[in-house]
């Protein structure tokens, strides 16, 4: 069956330093990947999209990788900072037009100054 | 842009009763909602698709008579938790696509049955 990973224990770090966040995937093609953050009590909120024929996307200080091969995205947060600290989901769909989600139990970051 | 609302964001309800949950794109054409589930420490799962003017499409294991969606425009969905039960107690998070790859969350909406 498909699966998602993400690292079910909380990643903390010091502040300034770079997060790094994975999702691993098993069954799965995906067309594309995304990644959201997601507050307590929030919906989630999108962050980045990457394709399956793409490397490495990057916006600001957030950079995503995405390697079919080994079935993994990696998500990086440079420079991070305390208000980065929340729960980070990624999610893969299917086909490249529209496509429902499937998403991961997400990691909790928490960045302490 | 591309705002998600959702109404209530948190209720409480007796057993038996019936709840609704709206959802609105409040500046632009949904064309697609989604209607997601979500228990604590777990992974959002898909309970439902709408598309305005049809049926919802139902993901499997999720009672399309307990869980009554109405997708009545291109900006509102709504869901209706019929008959509530504790075990429905859960967090509940639309979502609204404009076509393609997008989708916009809305904030979610607490659900508590006693």
């Known amino acids: 069956s498909q699966k998602i990973e993400q690292n079910s224990e909380a990643l903390n770090i010091q502040e300034g330093k770079t997060a790094t966040l994975t999702c691993n995937y098993t069954?799965?093609?995906?067309?594309?990947l995304q990644w959201y953050r997601q507050d307590p009590g929030r919906g989630p909120v999108f962050l980045l999209l990457i394709r399956e024929n793409e490397k490495e996307k990057r916006k600001e200080r957030l950079k995503v990788t995405f390697d079919t091969t080994l079935k993994q995205s990696l998500f990086h947060i440079t420079a991070s900072q305390p208000a980065d600290s929340a729960t980070y989901l990624c999610a893969l769909a299917a086909s490249s037009g529209y496509s429902t989600l499937t998403f991961g139990k997400g990691t909790m970051l928490l960045v302490s100054p | 842009g591309a705002v998600v609302s959702q109404h209530p964001s948190w209720v409480i309800c007796k057993s038996g009763t019936s709840v609704k949950i709206e959802c609105r794109s409040l500046d632009f054409q949904a064309t697609t909602m989604f209607w997601y589930r979500q228990f604590p420490k777990q992974s959002l799962m898909l309970m439902a698709t709408?598309?305005?003017?049809?049926?919802?499409?139902?993901e499997q294991g999720v009672e399309k008579d307990k869980f009554l969606i109405n997708h009545a425009s291109l900006t509102l969905s709504t869901l209706t938790v019929t008959s509530a039960h504790p075990e429905d107690s859960s967090f509940y998070i639309c979502s609204a696509s404009p076509g393609g790859n997008e989708q916009f969350f809305g904030p979610g909406t607490r659900l508590t049955v006693l």
């Open positions: 069954n799965y093609s995906p067309a594309y």
């Open positions: 709408s598309n305005e003017g049809s049926k919802a499409t139902y």
